[in-house]
């Protein structure tokens, strides 16, 4: 099939690889000039691993090309995913100025023959914006033509297995012709069995948001969970798997942690509050869920603030994780922007490792590198030297299992804010560390020899 993909992030970038992959002939397009020619030029803009062989072998052998001219690739293609950025707006509401601009752009450049084109929106859009997808191309075309809904479910840093693999793929369609195209598409797919689930076009719109806000809802709540447990002397991660083993409840998603962050679930959860508000239901449910996660982020700065007191002035802390999750250098709202700009703000120093963010926190930190209040680090252990505590923000692999006693020799004071609860508290304790992490108490430091014995 000749597809074109109009946005070339994560998502576009992603899509448009995989179904190269199986054979499609697929040209992705861009308005971001410097991404395209650095896509041109083999470079791929993003961290996700296994893109980029699976990029380079499809550009390799002409079934992937890149353009800025998103007419003529909207022009050339039967099938045109949108999968343009939908910031929020300044209510919440999701922004849908670049994939109404998209749609003008594809009723204007829709050619006077050849195959009906079916036009996808695979980006995240509030139920109804179909129709107004539909009404924007229309505007400049006589032309019959398809709109579909395709939400994308995939999980940044597993991005591509999911695109390959997906648990199911969801197609709002409203037509027979774009049903066929898009399960012949698909099928490479979904070959183990798992559905593509065909739907109406609002309902495919609604599961979106649905599945984000449930995962968020899920975070959310074992944050709270492990609040209590922090207050009676309870563990969060015992509760875990005592509620994770029922079947009806599932294991996923329900680690307590520093709050969600990331390009999607907060803005989702957000336009989906906006979109229960305009319909008149009730959003209590999901204020709440921000609510708690807009805390949850705070609670590392708090515990800084309670050891060592309001004043950080001549403090300095380590910070292992940027990212606001493993295997991914993005940074969109994660809970690390909060805690570092938290801490300098009250006077300390900050030196932050994180092994594939390091451009992005240029980026989002520039002031802070340029006025000397943070330092990136190369290696994690070169952030500790004369530090006053580490804090783990992000769970990468690699910090799992550190080198305790150059962790300990190397900080001023032995004190760990764990916000990933990556260690067994009783063992930190063992090692001689002042270790706090989220819903699980502190272990006392084991008593001296001389003393048990006493
Ligand atoms: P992104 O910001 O990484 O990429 C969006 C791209 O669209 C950018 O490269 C931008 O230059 C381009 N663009 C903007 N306006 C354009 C126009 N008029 N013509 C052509 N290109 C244009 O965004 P993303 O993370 O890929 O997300 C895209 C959509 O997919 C969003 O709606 C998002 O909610 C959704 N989504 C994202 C993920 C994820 O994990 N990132 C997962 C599922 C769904």
Redesign the pocket.
């Not at 109009?6 to 576009?12: E, I, S």
């Not at 994308?152 to 940044?156: I, R, S």
């Given at each position: 099939m000749k597809i074109a993909v109009?946005?070339?992030?994560?998502?576009?970038l992603v899509a448009g690889a995989c179904l190269a992959e199986t054979g499609n002939d697929v040209i992705c397009?861009?308005?971001?000039q410097g991404?395209i020619s650095r896509l041109h030029a083999g470079e791929i803009p993003i961290y996700e691993p296994g893109l980029e062989p699976m990029v380079e072998r499809n550009l390799r052998e002409g079934r992937l090309t890149f353009t800025t001219d998103?007419a003529a690739a909207a022009a050339e293609a039967e099938v045109i995913f949108i999968?343009?950025?939908?910031p929020p707006g300044e209510d919440g509401s999701a922004d849908l100025k670049?994939v109404l601009?998209?749609a003008e752009t594809i009723g204007k450049s829709m050619p006077d023959d050849g195959p009906e084109k079916i036009v996808i929106t695979?980006?995240?859009v509030p139920v109804g914006t179909a129709a107004k997808v539909k009404d924007a191309i229309r505007r400049h075309t006589s032309r019959a033509f398809h709109v579909c809904s395709n939400p994308?479910?995939?999980?940044?840093g597993a991005a591509l297995q999911d695109f390959m693999k997906p648990d199911r793929v969801v197609v709002g369609v409203e037509s027979e012709h774009a049903r066929q195209r898009l399960g012949e598409l698909y099928a490479p797919f979904v070959r183990t069995g798992n559905p593509i689930l065909f739907m109406d076009i609002s309902s495919a719109e609604i599961t979106k948001y649905a599945a984000n806000a449930m995962l968020a809802t899920r975070i959310s709540f074992m944050n709270t969970i492990a609040q209590l447990c922090e207050a009676v002397g309870a563990d969060v991660g015992l509760v875990r798997q005592g509620i994770g083993t029922d079947e009806r409840i599932g294991p996923g998603f329900l680690f307590a942690g520093i709050g969600y962050g990331g390009?999607?679930f907060p803005?989702?959860v957000k336009a989906l509050v906006h979109t229960l508000q305009a319909t008149g239901v009730d959003a209590a449910i999901l204020e709440g869920v921000e609510k708690v996660n807009a805390d949850q982020k705070k609670v590392l700065l708090r515990r800084a603030v309670e050891r060592f007191g309001d004043d950080l002035s001549g403090r300095t802390f380590a910070v292992w994780g940027l990212s606001f999750k493993p295997e991914t250098d993005d940074m969109r709202e994660a809970p690390s922007l909060e805690v570092v700009r938290g801490l300098v703000k009250r006077g300390a120093r900050v030196r932050a490792h994180d092994p594939e963010a390091r451009d992005e926190a240029a980026h989002y930190f520039a002031d802070l590198l340029a006025e000397g209040a943070l330092q990136l680090c190369e290696h994690n252990y070169d952030c500790l030297e004369g530090s006053d505590a580490l804090l783990i923000l992000t769970e990468w692999l690699a910090y799992r299992n550190p080198d305790f006693d150059r962790i300990r020799e190397s900080l001023a004071e032995p004190v760990i804010l764990d916000g990933r609860n990556l260690w067994d508290p009783a063992r930190m304790a063992g090692l001689g560390f002042e270790y706090t992490s989220i819903g699980r108490t502190p272990a006392a430091a084991p008593a001296e020899a001389g003393a048990a014995a006493d």
């Open positions: 109009v946005g070339t992030g994560y998502v576009g397009a861009d308005i971001d991404k998103v999968a343009v950025g939908t670049h601009a998209v695979k980006s995240t994308e479910f995939l999980k940044e390009s999607c803005k989702d």
